[in-house]
């Protein structure tokens, strides 16, 4: 399928590495305006010159802003009043103990990983709506249904953001904008090898060692190998498009079988 995102301008929030460089990789590539964003400007400069070398075609402007602020998200919106496509794919992890997390924590993951996206959602929905054309696309995480018990904190953002996604698609109703969220499984992002490394040991090549972790460690997981953030890309670039426009108010999977479910 030949995707052409030419003349879309598309936000991917926390893109200076991970999955949110790969959906900015992808998007540009299929010839939308590309803003990548993180919070320190010399990574988000960074991840623009590694885009152009990437994608030599690329239109990509760095905006190094918090957008887990509200000052943030207005600092955005003051550079770029108006967005076909907002991908919020910013996102915070980390394993805590249930009864360890303190309310300002379950307030902290809150703020980050969902008010963030409800503020860019509450910003672009309307110009989008006006111009009757218009992408929302979160990306959320197998762990907003099979929620771990070392981060129900996290997992709880995720449900949310399944939620808000549902909700904001019957608020943009009959307007040609949907709003839909990905439901992304284990990733092949950084960290990750050492963290395998970690638990199966260094001695088996890479390919090896991930299945070893994935059969031991993920066993839900029917592909048995992490997710590659290009195959995630791959999804949120359809969903960017044209050919996906009577899909919207969906949570649909690139989670390699996780969700033991038919459903989402
Ligand atoms: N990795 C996985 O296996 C996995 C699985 C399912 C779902 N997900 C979801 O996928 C998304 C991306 O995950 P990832 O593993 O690629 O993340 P990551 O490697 O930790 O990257 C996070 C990105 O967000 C940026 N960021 C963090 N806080 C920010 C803020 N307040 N304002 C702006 N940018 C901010 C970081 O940029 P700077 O540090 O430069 O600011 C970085 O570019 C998250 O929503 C995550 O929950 C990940």
């Not at 989008?128 to 070392?150: F, K, L, N, T, Y």
């Not at 190998?225 to 195959?231: F, K, N």
Request: aromatic share 6%; glycine share 8%.
């Amino acid at each position: 399928m030949h995707i052409d995102l030419s003349g879309r301008t598309a936000l991917v929030s926390g893109s200076t590495q991970g999955i949110g460089l790969a959906i900015a990789e992808r998007l540009a590539d299929c010839g939308a305006h590309v803003v990548v964003n993180g919070r320190d400007p010399g990574r988000t400069d960074a991840a623009a010159r590694d885009l152009r070398s990437r994608v030599p075609a690329a239109e990509v402007t760095p905006v190094a802003a918090d957008l887990a602020t509200a000052a943030g998200a207005t600092e955005l919106a003051q550079r770029f009043p108006a967005l076909d496509v907002v991908v919020n794919n910013l996102g915070i992890f980390g394993a805590r103990p249930a009864l360890e997390i303190d309310d300002a924590e379950w307030l902290r993951y809150f703020e980050v990983n969902v008010l963030s996206a409800v503020r860019l959602i509450r910003t672009y929905l309307p110009g989008m709506m006006a111009r009757r054309w218009g992408r929302v696309i979160s990306i959320a995480s197998d762990s907003a249904v099979v929620v771990p018990e070392e981060m129900i904190h996290y997992g709880m953002t995720k449900t949310a953001l399944l939620s808000v996604t549902r909700g904001f698609a019957k608020a943009a109703r009959g307007s040609g904008v949907t709003v839909n969220s990905v439901i992304a499984g284990p990733t092949h992002t950084a960290g990750v090898e050492s963290f395998v490394a970690e638990l199966v040991g260094d001695e088996l090549p890479w390919d090896e060692a991930q299945r070893e972790f994935m059969r031991t460690h993920r066993p839900l997981s029917l592909i048995e190998r992490l997710i590659e953030p290009a195959e995630i890309a791959n999804l949120v670039a359809y969903l960017a498009s044209d050919a996906a426009s009577a899909t919207t108010g969906g949570a649909l999977r690139v989670d390699g079988g996780y969700v033991d479910s038919i459903l989402p």
